[in-house]
T-cell receptor, first 114, second 112 residues
Framework: DSGVTQTPKHLITATGQRVTLRCSPRSGDLSVYWYQQSLDQGLQFLIQYYNGEERAKGNILERFSAQQFPDLHSELNLSSLELGDSALYFC?????????????FGNGTRLTVT | GESVGLHLPTLSVQEGDNSIINCAYSNSASDYFIWYKQESGKGPQFIIDIRSNMDKRQGQRVTVLLNKTVKHLSLQIAATQPGDSAVYFCATVAGSQGNLIFGKGTKLSVKP
C-alpha cells in the first residue's frame, strides 16, 4: 500500500460533461502529481503541486485544471470531456518539490467517456 | 523532443532465470533515472533509482546499470519469480526543474 488514496476508482460519463478526481497524498508528503495513462501514450505528466502551489506543468489541456488544498489533498477537474479523455488517471505524491525522487502512486481512477 | 524508450515492449522469461529490461533516453542532460513496476490494476511502484554520478546500483534482486555514453539504462532482475510479472517503466529527469519523463513500458511475463 503506497499510502496514496484516489477516488473514485471508476468513473463513466458522457461527452461534454465535467468530472472531479480526488487524491489524498501519503502522510507527510507535500507534493502531489497528476498523470494520465492511456494505452498508446504511456504515462503522461499533467501537473504538480507543492504545498498548495502549482510547481510544474506538463501536457495538461486547458479543459483540465487542478488544485491542492490546505490539507494537501488535490483535485483534478476535467471538463468538456471528449472520447479521447478516456484513460487511467494517477495521482502520485512525494516528500519534496523536486521530481528527481521516488514517487508514491495511488491505484488510479479509470475514466470512461461515452 | 525529449523521449524515453524501451527496446522491447514484451519480454518472456523462465522462472528462475535472470531478466534484463533495457531503456534508451535522448536527453543528455538527464541526471536522474528511476524504474517503476506496475501490476495489473495498480499504480506504478518504485523499484530502484540511480543518479548520473553512478553507473551501477543494486537493490534486493535488482540492479540498475547506467551508460551515459550511449544514453542507455537497464534493469536486471535476478532469479525472476512469477510475482515479478508486471509492466516495467523507466523514467528520467533532467535538472532540478525537470519533469519526470516516462518510457512506454515493457511487459514482463514469467513462465513457470
Amino acid at each position: 500500500d503506497s499510502g496514496v488514496t484516489q477516488t473514485p476508482k471508476h468513473l463513466i460519463t458522457a461527452t461534454g460533461q465535467r468530472v472531479t478526481l480526488r487524491c489524498s497524498p501519503r502522510s507527510g508528503d507535500l507534493s502531489v502529481y497528476w498523470y494520465q495513462q492511456s494505452l498508446d501514450q504511456g504515462l503522461q505528466f499533467l501537473i504538480q503541486y507543492y504545498n498548495g502551489e502549482e510547481r510544474a506543468k506538463g501536457n495538461i489541456l486547458e479543459r483540465f485544471s487542478a488544485q491542492q488544498f490546505p490539507d494537501l489533498h488535490s483535485e483534478l477537474n476535467l471538463s468538456s470531456l471528449e472520447l479521447g479523455d478516456s484513460a487511467l488517471y494517477f495521482c502520485a505524491s512525494g516528500a519534496g518539490p523536486r521530481q528527481a525522487s521516488p514517487l508514491h502512486f495511488g491505484n488510479g481512477t479509470r475514466l470512461t467517456v461515452t | 523532443g525529449e523521449s524515453v524508450g524501451l527496446h522491447l515492449p514484451t519480454l518472456s522469461v523462465q522462472e528462475g532465470d535472470n531478466s534484463i529490461i533495457n531503456c534508451a533516453y535522448s536527453n543528455s542532460a538527464s541526471d536522474y533515472f528511476i524504474w517503476y513496476k506496475q501490476e495489473s490494476g495498480k499504480g506504478p511502484q518504485f523499484i530502484i533509482d540511480i543518479r548520473s554520478n553512478m553507473d551501477k546500483r543494486q537493490g534486493q534482486r535488482v540492479t540498475v546499470l547506467l551508460n551515459k555514453t550511449v544514453k542507455h539504462l537497464s534493469l536486471q532482475i535476478a532469479a525472476t519469480q512469477p510475482g515479478d510479472s508486471a509492466v516495467y517503466f523507466c523514467a528520467t529527469v533532467a535538472g532540478s526543474q525537470g519533469n519526470l519523463i516516462f518510457g512506454k513500458g515493457t511487459k514482463l511475463s514469467v513462465k513457470p
